[in-house]
């Protein structure tokens, strides 16, 4: 068994939305980045995983096992605010939880909240929304978890917190039977840490796959207005016009088919996000 989560063919209906036959798969020892646009269906999807939300047809594998909601023990769950009680101390957090689960070390979780400088005695209101992330990973890395899920954890924080979570994240994988599935609209992270992008659109998988694949697939492209043919605006996704000229993507494979002097650059995960996102415009 390699892979530590299967998502096969989720679908989830809603009235204004609908999930459409999600499929993934995240082997051992690898971070993957989830990425899209608001309301592209990442939470949806993340929610199915932990058993909060149940889908209407499709099925998840964690750990090579599907339907059975004690594996979720074996994850660790970061979120964009932490749901621990606002009056707790971080002491108290560790206490709380600590019955939940089988292999809870204490010493563990005590050495990161020391790490982290985080003050034991301090209440969860009092830290800061990054020392809150710390406390959650704090948690996460204190009971053997082997999958860790983030959900939007870095947004808001400093860069310098984000490269310390990033640094923990590349720390946790080392051990290549543990894996990471981190959700974020920082994608510059990603782009430092990530083995593999899945990217979602509208409730569809865009792209599964390395991340050096999807960022070696596509060009930005650049120039001004009486650059192009029609035939050639066809090919740039995204085009967009501007006072000086336009902008787009472009799919590696048609670099031949535009004229000299049309600027082309190496293209980030963002403008993967943005020119996708208006090409799914033009599409409506």
């Not at 995240?26 to 269906?41: A, E, Q, R, V």
């Not at 339907?67 to 979720?72: F, I, R």
């Not at 990054?130 to 204190?142: E, N, P, Y």
Request: net charge negative.
């Amino acid at each position: 068994m390699n892979n530590i989560l299967e998502v096969t063919g989720l679908s989830k209906h809603y009235d204004t939305f609908l999930l459409d036959e999600v499929s993934f798969a995240l082997g051992k020892g690898y971070i993957m980045g989830f990425i899209g646009p608001n309301g592209s269906g990442k939470t949806t999807t993340i929610k199915s995983i932990l058993g909060i939300t149940t889908p209407d047809d499709g099925r998840i594998e964690l750990f090579g096992v599907s339907d059975d909601l004690t594996q979720n023990k074996r994850i660790g769950v970061v979120m964009d605010t932490p749901l621990y009680v606002e009056d707790w101390s971080a002491g108290d957090v560790g206490a709380a939880l600590m019955p939940f689960y089988d292999n809870w070390d204490k010493v563990q979780f005590k050495t990161y909240l020391d790490k982290f400088g985080i003050d034991p005695k301090k209440q969860v209101k009092e830290l800061s929304r990054g020392m809150r992330v710390k406390l959650q990973i704090a948690v996460a890395l204190s009971h053997e978890a082997e999958l860790l899920i983030l959900d939007e954890p870095t947004s808001g924080l400093d860069p310098i917190a984000r490269d310390e979570i990033c640094d923990l994240l590349r720390e946790f994988v080392i051990d290549e039977n543990k894996s990471v599935f981190f959700s974020t609209h920082i994608t510059s992270d990603l782009e430092k840490v990530a083995d593999y992008i899945t990217f979602i659109m509208n409730g569809k998988i865009i792209y599964s796959g390395t991340r050096d694949e999807i960022l070696e697939s596509y060009v930005h492209v650049a120039g001004g207005l009486s650059d192009l043919s029609l035939e050639q605006k066809r090919l740039i996704i995204g085009y967009r016009e501007h006072g000086t000229g336009f902008e787009g993507m472009l799919d590696v494979g048609c670099i031949s088919s535009m004229p000299k002097g049309v600027l082309i650059e190496e293209v980030n995960l963002d403008e993967i996000i943005i020119f996708m996102n208006e090409r799914g415009k033009d599409h409506d």
